[in-house]
C-alpha cells in the first residue's frame, strides 16, 4: 500500500494532462474564490483603513531591521510553530493537519506533474502516505476531541453548518484518499468520493476557513508590528495594574483584588451555556 500511490494505477484510465488540468483548476479556484472572499467580507478594506489608523497612533518608527525581526518571529512562531495556540494538544493538532495538508498536496501535485517516472517513486508515495495520515490523524483528532462545543450553544453535535465545511472537507478528503489507496486505487466509488471531498475543499473557499490560511500570517505580523510601534492594533493600552486605570469609578471594587484571580472560567470544562 506504501509503496504505489493510487495515483500511478490510474493514470492507465486518465492521463497526467487530465490530472494536471484538474489540479491547476483547483487552484484556480482558490485564487479566485479568496479574491471572492476578500471581496465579499471587505477584509482588505479593513485591513488597510486598520494600518493606516495605527500608524498614527504610533509612537515609535520602525526600521527596516525591526521589520525584518518581526517578519522572521512571525514566519517561525506563529507559521511554523503554531505559537497562538497556547493549548497543547490543539496547536499538535493544528500542526499535524498543516503539515500533513501541505505534505499531502506537496506530493500529490509532484506525482501528477512529473509524469510515470514520479508515480514510480517509492519515496514519494511513501510521504503521499504519511501526509494523507497526517491529514487525517490531525482533523478528525479536532473534529471529535476539539472542536467548538455546539452542546454549550444548545446545538445537537451531529448539526452543522457552513463553518463546518473546511473541517469536513479535510476529513473526507484525507480518509477517502487513504480508502483508495487501501482498496488498490482505480475509478470506484472511493475515488468518486475522494474526487468529491477535494472538489468541497478546493471549491469552498467562500464558504469555509480555507481563505484564513491566507490571511493569518499577515494578521500575525501587523499585530506583532503594532505593539511594537507602540500603537498596540488601536486598543487602550491601559491594564488593572495601572494606576491610573485602578482609579476608574468603575474599577473601585477590584482597586484591592489580587492581579491573579484564579481559573475562573477555566475552572470547569463548558458543558452549559
Not at 497556547?86 to 501528477?112: E, P, S, W
Not at 492594533?233 to 494606576?243: A, E, G, I
Request: glycine share 8%; net charge neutral; proline share 2%.
Amino acid at each position: 500500500m506504501f509503496e504505489q500511490t493510487p495515483i500511478a494505477d490510474l493514470s492507465a484510465t486518465i492521463s497526467f494532462e487530465t490530472m494536471q488540468m484538474f489540479v491547476i483548476v483547483m487552484i484556480a479556484l482558490v485564487i479566485v474564490m479568496t479574491i471572492v472572499d476578500v471581496m465579499h467580507k471587505k477584509s482588505m478594506r479593513w485591513f488597510n483603513e486598520n494600518v493606516a489608523a495605527g500608524k498614527k497612533n504610533a509612537t515609535k518608527e520602525l526600521g527596516a531591521g525591526d521589520k525584518v525581526g518581526i517578519a522572521v518571529s512571525t514566519i517561525i512562531e506563529d507559521v511554523v510553530l503554531s505559537g497562538e495556540f497556547c493549548n497543547f494538544k490543539r496547536r499538535l493538532a493544528h500542526l499535524l493537519t498543516m503539515y500533513g495538508f501541505v505534505l499531502f498536496n506537496a506530493m500529490t501535485a509532484i506525482i501528477i506533474f512529473g509524469g510515470a517516472e514520479a508515480a514510480a517513486n517509492t519515496l514519494y508515495a511513501q510521504l503521499w502516505h504519511l501526509g494523507a495520515i497526517m491529514l487525517a490523524v490531525g482533523s478528525w483528532w479536532f473534529w471529535l476531541f476539539i472542536r467548538v462545543d455546539v452542546a454549550a450553544g444548545g446545538n445537537k453535535w451531529y448539526n452543522v453548518s457552513a463553518m463546518d465545511m473546511f473541517s469536513m472537507s479535510l476529513i473526507a478528503t484525507s480518509t477517502f484518499a487513504l480508502i483508495w489507496s487501501y482498496v488498490g486505487g482505480g475509478t470506484g466509488a472511493t475515488f468518486i468520493l475522494f474526487i468529491l471531498s477535494a472538489v468541497s475543499l478546493f471549491g469552498g473557499v467562500l464558504w469555509s476557513k480555507f481563505a484564513h490560511m491566507f490571511f493569518k500570517p499577515f494578521a500575525a505580523y501587523d499585530k506583532r508590528t503594532t505593539k511594537a510601534d507602540g500603537s498596540y492594533m488601536n486598543l487602550p493600552t491601559l491594564t488593572r495594574d495601572d494606576p491610573e486605570q485602578r482609579a476608574r469609578h468603575s474599577m473601585e471594587l477590584l482597586v484591592d483584588a489580587p492581579m491573579d484571580m484564579g481559573l475562573g472560567i477555566k475552572r470547569e470544562a463548558p458543558k452549559h451555556y
